[in-house]
T-cell receptor
Framework: KNEVEQSPQNLTAQEGEFITINCSYS?????LHWLQQHPGGGIVSLFM???GKKKHGRLIATINIQEKHSSLHITASHPRDSAVYIC???????????FGTGTRLQVFP | GAGVSQSPRYKVAKRGQDVALRCDPI?????LFWYQQALGQGPEFLTY????????KSGLPSDRFFAERPEGSVSTLKIQRTQQEDSAVYLC?????????????FGDGTRLSIL
């Protein structure tokens, strides 16, 4: 069983729709990362959170430590949100990250 | 300020050739990570430096892979006698300090294709 699992793998949406991407992990963690990867490879860190909820613009990330589950929400989605969204957690007692396989989001106008 | 810079952005090599990939982390960042990302997959850890010390190389897939960071700044990932399965995007990330609570800043990656 992968230590970090994301769902769905692929997601298509119409512009304006509310998007939810889910991440479940099996290891105890100190923080969870949500990352965005555009075609071409570059990765941007969106959030790092260890409890509760964080909001940045139209993006909201939540985490439930007890259930080992996090969600990334995008409100009022836009075609420029099209990217791969990756969830990552630190490996136990180290700084290195374990990544999910990513969720490929396409938002159509 | 400047982010993490990786070069080259694209590298094509014939099977059996040696390649060297460079990472310039954000100035002053102590931690440096190399990750390998196969097509359609999430990145996977290769190796980790704290300043010039390579503290973890457990993710290097074989002894053909070698990484160094001699002065605690720029890092080079070298792959000897490349194989087709080495084709991937190689990502470098740096963070200011140590600890799993530190955000990692990623470069754009080097896309390596082995023919």
């Amino acid at each position: 069983k992968n230590e970090v699992e994301q769902s769905p793998q692929n997601l298509t949406a119409q512009e304006g729709e509310f998007i939810t991407i889910n991440c479940s992990y099996s290891v105890g963690i100190s923080a969870l990362h949500w990352l965005q990867q555009h075609p071409g490879g570059g990765i941007v860190s969106l959030f790092m959170l260890s409890s509760g909820k964080k909001k940045h613009g139209r993006l909201i990330a939540t985490i439930n430590i007890q259930e080992k589950h996090s969600s990334l929400h995008i409100t009022a989605s836009h075609p420029r949100d099209s990217a791969v969204y990756i969830c990552a957690v630190p490996s136990y007692n180290t700084d290195k990250l374990i990544f999910g396989t990513g969720t490929r989001l396409q938002v159509f106008p | 300020g400047a982010g993490v810079s990786q070069s080259p952005r694209y590298k094509v090599a014939k099977r059996g050739q040696d390649v060297a990939l460079r990472c310039d982390p954000i100035s002053g960042h102590v931690s440096l990570f190399w990750y390998q990302q196969a097509l359609g997959q999430g990145p996977e850890f290769l190796t980790y430096f704290q300043n010039e010390a390579q503290l973890d190389k457990s993710g290097l897939p074989s002894d053909r892979f070698f990484a160094e960071r001699p002065e605690g700044s720029v890092s080079t990932l070298k792959i000897q006698r490349t194989q087709q399965e080495d084709s991937a995007v190689y990502l470098c990330a740096s963070s200011l300090g140590t600890g799993s609570h530190q955000p990692q800043h990623f470069g754009d990656g080097t896309r390596l294709s082995i023919l």
